[in-house]
């Protein structure tokens, strides 16, 4: 009886979705993850923040962050972030991510105003591991905060003391005041240093020396070359505030919700601002390819005229394993000979069968820290089963991966994954294949067919 109940149901979310759903069998097909031209970046972006503002009804009314999918901003991983601060040239940057209301609320005009004055590229970066709302793993917190990612809170503090020492000059809370973090060096002392909001956009230079703040600070170099920093949210009607009386406090209307004052034009004028910079001063904004950057990381790629690979987050993953269509995941780094071997082979059966693989650095330091001295420190590889951020594998397998075993959940393990995959009896079998096995990888790269 279990079976049969099975059948008919998984029948019926079939059913749903070739006759209920927005995309007909054949658009479906032509939107594949794995197919090599899936526009991943600009699919996420839409579908992620999209999805996050149309559930907001108490912050957005339900309303989208994105109306089109050429956006502007492109997700980057911690190692990208610091291969981007240490190299020559102009970036423009962004802290934040789709979990946080503040962020969609400024997207939607950094958007337009990047469009409007010809820049094609932000690159965003996330101080949370997960992207869930609870804030579990957010890692810019002080020291003493009770969630899990105030243990990998030196990961934030370290961009900062390292590449950001100007930051008290452009945010809300430098490192002067009470709401700064704190966070405990390699060395094992306590150091300070500014808080910034997210989201936070800036401009950046590692050898700029002209100081564009407000504060009359002297320093070798200004690194932020110009910053904006303001919490706002937005609805149907534009961007607003909370309404506050003379005495700072907040109005609330007759069911004690807080006062909207829209200030979408005066917001707009002060973010157009750090445009307007950028032209004045002819500055060239460089590039940053991240995908070009995994020949440096394995040295099977060196010498690849091609590459069907490509790296996302863990939050990104969440995304796609939701998505219907055919895809191919790896969870991969380059600290294991064996695995880099494999990388190597399967990036050439991958551009043989003509497929994209999506591949996960199970390290969400990339082994950065590592570098840095950094010891008998919480485990930042969510594979690891002994690690604090094993939840995050237990959640992957309990939510997408749930006919796979988590022992069969390791670096180097390739899956062919599809959401309504069902097995011979019925049954949700989404993992279609799996192996990390360089001897089979023809196999499972041969299973979605």
């Not at 910034?196 to 050898?207: A, S």
């Not at 600070?217 to 309404?243: H, L, Q, W």
């Not at 390290?363 to 939840?391: C, H, P, Q």
């Not at 796979?404 to 995959?421: C, F, H, M, N």
Request: overall charge negative; charged content about 25%.
């Amino acid at each position: 009886m279990k079976k049969t109940i099975s059948v008919l149901i998984s029948l019926l979310l079939l059913a749903g979705m070739f006759f209920t759903g927005n995309l007909s069998v054949a658009a479906e097909e032509a939107k594949m993850p794995s197919a090599p031209d899936f526009d991943f970046e600009n699919e996420y972006m839409y579908g992620d923040y999209n999805a996050h503002s149309l559930a907001d009804e108490d912050h957005q009314g339900k309303i989208k962050t994105f109306e089109d999918k050429e956006i502007v901003y492109e997700i980057i991983n911690y190692d990208h972030l610091l291969e981007i601060l240490n190299s020559e040239g102009n970036y423009l940057i962004q802290f934040s991510g789709s979990w946080c209301h503040n962020t969609r609320a400024l997207a939607p005009a950094v958007q337009k105003l990047a469009k409007s004055y010809g820049i094609k590229k932000i690159y965003m970066y996330d101080f949370h591991f997960d992207n869930k709302a609870d804030g579990n793993t957010f890692i810019r917190m002080t020291n003493g905060k009770e969630n899990v990612g105030v243990n990998y809170n030196y990961m934030y503090g370290e961009i900062i003391s390292q590449y950001l020492d100007n930051l008290d000059d452009w945010v809300e809370y430098p490192s002067s005041t009470e709401a700064a973090i704190t966070y405990t060096n390699a060395e094992g002392k306590e150091t300070t240093v500014a808080r910034l909001q997210e989201p936070f956009l800036f401009l950046y230079n590692k050898d700029n020396k002209e100081n564009n703040s407000s504060a009359d600070v002297k320093r070798d170099k200004y690194p932020i070359v110009y910053a904006f920093e303001e919490m706002v949210d937005r609805d149907a009607n534009g961007v607003y505030v909370s309404k506050k009386d003379a005495s700072g406090e907040v109005i609330k209307d007759a069911e004690g919700k807080p006062e909207r004052e829209y200030i979408t034009e005066a917001f707009e004028g002060r973010l157009e601002k750090l445009f307007q910079f950028i032209k004045d001063n002819k500055i060239e904004l460089a590039s940053y390819d991240k995908v070009a950057a995994l020949k440096s990381k394995f040295a099977s790629l060196a010498d690849a005229d091609k590459l069907a690979l490509y790296p996302i987050n863990y939050a990104q993953l969440v995304w796609l394993l939701d998505q219907p269509g055919k895809t191919y995941v790896l969870f991969a780094n380059p600290s294991d000979d064996a695995i880099n071997k494999m990388v190597g082979e399967l990036n050439q059966k991958a551009l043989d069968a003509n497929v994209k693989i999506y591949l996960v650095d199970n390290r969400t330091d990339a082994g950065i820290v590592t570098k840095w001295n950094y010891k008998d420190r919480e485990s930042t590889d969510f594979l690891a089963d002994d690690g604090m951020l094993k939840f995050m594998k237990e959640d992957l397998i309990a939510r997408f991966f749930t006919n796979l075993e988590a022992k069969d959940l390791t670096p180097g393990t390739l899956v062919a994954y599809q959401i309504d995959a069902v097995d011979a009896d019925g049954f949700p079998a989404p993992v279609v294949d799996v192996t990390s096995n360089a001897a089979d990888l023809d196999r499972v790269l041969t299973s979605l067919k």
